[in-house]
């Protein structure tokens, strides 16, 4: 497979709006093939009611599609990674090691703080 044509000022992503289209898309198909399962497994259990078998199933297949689509696209938006290098130090920061400070320096920190109070 040929790699992906490169822009001018390098190689670019996916913008939000793409993003979006993107998380709608797959929560909209997971959402009608949910719809059909549960639906069909509905309509076989407690009947169709007035409304006829293919219209009940439809009106299943497109609430969950709405549904699943509407979340999918503001979760892709939300979970949207930019380059902020506060992120990265945060992540960094909290995959260190715990510190652990001795008790001789917790008592000089205590004088310290202690000190800073009296004047």
Do not use: C
């Not at 044509?5 to 909209?28: I, L």
């Not at 009106?59 to 549904?67: C, H, I, L, V």
């Not at 930019?82 to 715990?98: D, K, V």
């Amino acid at each position: 497979m040929p790699p992906m044509p490169s822009t001018v000022g390098g190689q670019r992503g996916p913008s939000n709006f793409d993003k979006w289209k993107m998380g709608a898309m797959m929560g909209t198909s997971v959402g009608l093939i949910m719809g059909f399962i549960f639906g069909g497994v509905n309509i076989i259990r407690y009947g169709a009611g007035p409304n006829g078998p293919m219209r009940q199933l439809g009106q299943y297949m497109f609430g969950s599609a709405a549904t699943f689509g509407f979340f999918m696209s503001i979760g892709s938006i939300i979970r949207t990674e930019g380059n902020s290098s506060t992120a990265y130090e945060a992540f960094a920061r909290s995959r260190q090691p715990p510190m652990i400070i001795s008790r001789q320096h917790t008592q000089q920190f205590r004088q310290i703080r202690e000190g800073t109070r009296k004047r």
